[in-house]
């Protein structure tokens, strides 16, 4: 490809299309449906705004309706609010997790850390549902895990996780572990160890060491991991309705139902892009954060 040819110029180009094509375009009609009608229709909705011409009678006509129903109900506050705690709660612990794994990857002989990945990358060889309900055979009353504890003398009577947010956060943590695996495998990877022996002929000790050289050079993939873990978490559905209770409500859930069960498509489109608002925050800090530690 010469440097001054035309698709040369355009090659920079690529990456906006795709955020036109598969981002932008797709929230617009999210947002369009959000600003409709509840409809019998096929699709059930009736929106407001047809095309350019009509935008002058679209705005007139322009209603909040949706919006004002999520900020008025708890019900979809309380399961942002959850969605949120569960997410944030899931990347902590999958990083409390993932990290020393990753690290002790990272430590190994180079010729056994293609195993070690293709150990951490396994369980997605098998389908995400089955995975999830086999949680329900290790967690319900009678499972595996109450089983193995009470013959071992460790409790008196079951745990009943099943149907709790403690199971939502196991099976989540689980899930979810590889994304935040990886990334940090793969800064830790490239971390040049003279500098912990620099720091050791220093005086430093060995936590002294990872706090000051290890953990700052490491921050990269902690926040991609971080990011990978937090995003989906926080959309999830399937874990939380096959190993939650009807305490844990979580976003997805809410969107599941008002499209499937409702079929209240501007209202769930609506929750969607109070969904993408509340994600931006986070996305922004993690963004700053990756750019100081650059």
Do not use: C
Request: no cysteine; proline share 7%.
């Amino acid at each position: 490809m010469k440097p001054g040819s035309r698709f040369a110029r355009l090659f920079p180009a690529i990456p906006y299309l795709w955020l036109i094509l598969f981002f932008l375009i797709p929230f617009a009609i999210v947002l369009r449906m959000a600003l409709s009608d509840a409809d019998t229709a096929i699709p059930p909705y009736s929106p407001h705004f047809q095309g350019v011409s009509e935008l002058g009678a679209f705005l007139s006509a322009l209603d909040l309706e949706n919006f004002r129903l999520i900020a008025s109900d708890d019900l979809y506050w309380r399961s942002y609010l959850t969605s949120l705690r569960i997410a944030a709660l899931t990347t902590l612990a999958a990083l409390a997790i993932g990290y020393p794994l990753a690290y002790a990857m990272a430590a190994a002989p180079r010729r056994w850390q293609g195993v070690l990945i293709v150990l951490v990358i396994l369980p997605f060889w098998t389908s995400f549902l089955i995975r999830v309900y086999a949680w329900i055979g290790i967690l319900r009353p009678d499972g595996l895990l109450d089983s193995a504890l009470l013959w071992l003398g460790l409790t008196a009577e079951p745990l009943r996780l099943l149907n709790t947010e403690a199971a939502v956060l196991i099976g989540m943590v689980y899930s979810y572990l590889p994304f935040m695996v990886l990334p940090l495998f793969a800064s830790l990877q490239k971390l040049d160890r003279t500098l912990l022996e620099a720091a050791a002929d220093l005086g430093a000790t060995p936590s002294r060491a990872f706090l000051s050289v290890t953990l700052p050079l490491s921050l990269p993939g902690i926040l991609a991991g971080s990011a990978l873990v937090f995003i989906p978490a926080i959309g999830e559905f399937v874990i939380p309705d096959l190993l939650g209770g009807p305490d844990t409500t979580m976003i997805g859930k809410a969107l599941w139902t008002e499209f499937f069960s409702n079929r209240d498509w501007p209202l769930a489109s609506a929750v969607a892009v109070v969904l993408l608002v509340v994600l931006v925050l986070p996305l922004m800090l993690l963004q700053r954060a990756r750019g100081a530690a650059a």
